[in-house]
């Protein structure tokens, strides 16, 4: 006489292969948790944090300045393959509210925050209506940071700003 088996034996099967799925999910988890990016943001994480002191304190002395400043990116679709030619215009202000013109170098980056290689490093020219100006060519339309910073020459004031545009057609 062959043996009936009971009701709901493979219940336990049920368990065991539920068991069997989360530790591999897990296992998979942990190994791109562990073959991919490390955490390493920087090699010279003391260096850094010294030089982050200086930093704080070029901050300080940009606030001591008094000065305020803004920097735009227009840009317009139209150029060769896809480019954009576009003009980062920067402008500065004293306490008094007048243009500061003489005595600095300001140069800009615009960088592509998403992809690397798109980055252009620009010296901007004063300009007789009190702005700081150069032309550029951008790849494509999209998102992009331009950090512009102006060094005085006979002291050592440095005035640092950046803002993100998205170009759109």
């Not at 304190?57 to 400043?69: E, K, P, Y």
């Not at 170098?105 to 490093?121: E, F, K, L």
């Amino acid at each position: 006489m062959a043996k009936v088996r009971q009701k709901g034996w493979w219940y336990p099967y049920i368990f065991v292969g539920a068991f069997g799925v989360v530790l591999g999910v897990n296992l998979t988890l942990l190994y791109f948790a562990t073959s991919t990016f490390n955490g390493l943001v920087s090699t010279t994480a003391y260096d850094d944090g010294i030089a982050y002191n200086k930093e704080i304190a070029v901050a300080r002395a940009q606030d001591a300045l008094g000065w305020t400043g803004q920097v735009t990116l227009d840009g317009q679709p139209g150029g060769v393959d896809g480019a954009w030619p576009a003009q980062v215009t920067a402008q500065f202000q004293d306490e008094a509210g007048q243009a500061v013109l003489r005595g600095m170098t300001v140069t800009a980056q615009v960088r592509r925050p998403t992809q690397s290689g798109y980055d252009q490093t620009l010296a901007l020219h004063a300009n007789a209506d009190g702005h700081w100006s150069s032309p550029v060519t951008l790849p494509f339309q999209g998102q992009w940071e331009v950090r512009v910073v102006a060094q005085m020459e006979e002291r050592e004031a440095v005035y640092r700003m950046r803002d993100r545009f998205i170009l759109t057609p």
